[in-house]
C-alpha cells in the first residue's frame, strides 16, 4: 500500500491561491448583481434620458464601454480576480479619464438632438442628489462586500472607488440629456469626484479597521 506523497511548496501555494480566487469570486457575483440593481432603479424611477438612442454610435460605444470598465473591470482588479501589470493600470487609469470626458460631454461628438438642449435650470440640484444617491448605495455595497479589504495593495481601493464612482456617473449621464459644461462639470463630474474621495477614504478606513481587528 503507497503512501500519499504530501503537497509541494508550490502545490500548496497554488491551492490556496485558487482558495482565496474562489472565495473573490463568491463576493464578487453577488456585489456584481446588486450593483446591477442600484443602476437600474433609479433609471426607472427618474427616467432615462429621452435623446438615448439619438446619440452618435461613437458616443453610446463610449458609454457602454464605460459600463463595462466600472462595472466589471475596475471592481475586478480591486479585489484581486484578475490582474494586469503596471503599464495596463496606466492605460487603463488614463482610458477611463478620457472615456469619461467623451461620455459626459459628448465631445468631440455632436449631438443634434432637441433634447440635448433641454433646461436643467429648475431643477439642477437634482443630477448632484442622484449621482450622490447611486453613488453612497454602491458604496454600500463595497463595504458589505468587503470588497475594499480582499487584497493587500492599498491600490485596490482606488480602483473599488473609482469603478463605484464611474457607475454614479453614468447613471446621471444617462438619466440627464445636458451636456453643457457649466451643467456637467460642477454636477455630474464634481458628484463623481467628490463620491471617489469619499470612497478613498471610506476605503482607507475599512482596510485600517480590519488589519487592526
Do not use: K
Request: proline letters at 6%; aromatic letters at 8%; glycine letters at 8%.
Amino acid at each position: 500500500m503507497s503512501t500519499r506523497r504530501p503537497p509541494s511548496a508550490l502545490e500548496a501555494i497554488s491551492a490556496e491561491l485558487g482558495h482565496e480566487q474562489q472565495e473573490r469570486r463568491a463576493h464578487f457575483q453577488p456585489a456584481l448583481l446588486l450593483s446591477l440593481v442600484v443602476v437600474i432603479a433609479p433609471l426607472v424611477v427618474f427616467g432615462v434620458r429621452p435623446d438615448l438612442l439619438e446619440l452618435p454610435p461613437e458616443r453610446l460605444a463610449v458609454q457602454i464601454l464605460l459600463w463595462v470598465l466600472c462595472l466589471v473591470v475596475f471592481p475586478a482588479l480591486g479585489v484581486g480576480i484578475f490582474f494586469v501589470g503596471r503599464r495596463m493600470r496606466y492605460a487603463l487609469a488614463l482610458a477611463a479619464v478620457a472615456l469619461t470626458v467623451v461620455a459626459s460631454t459628448g465631445w468631440p461628438f455632436s449631438s443634434s438632438s432637441p433634447a440635448a438642449a433641454h433646461d436643467h435650470a429648475m431643477a439642477p440640484l437634482g443630477c448632484l442628489s442622484v449621482t450622490l444617491i447611486t453613488g453612497v448605495a454602491m458604496l454600500g455595497i463595497g463595504v458589505i462586500s468587503g470588497a475594499f479589504v480582499q487584497r493587500r495593495r492599498v491600490s485596490a481601493v482606488f480602483w473599488v472607488a473609482a469603478g463605484l464612482s464611474l457607475v454614479a456617473l453614468n447613471v446621471v449621464t444617462w438619466h440627464c440629456p445636458a451636456s453643457g459644461m457649466l451643467h456637467v462639470v460642477p454636477l455630474h463630474l464634481g458628484g463623481a469626484a467628490a463620491l471617489l474621495g469619499l470612497a478613498a477614504v471610506v476605503g482607507w478606513f475599512v482596510r485600517r479597521r480590519d488589519a487592526e481587528a
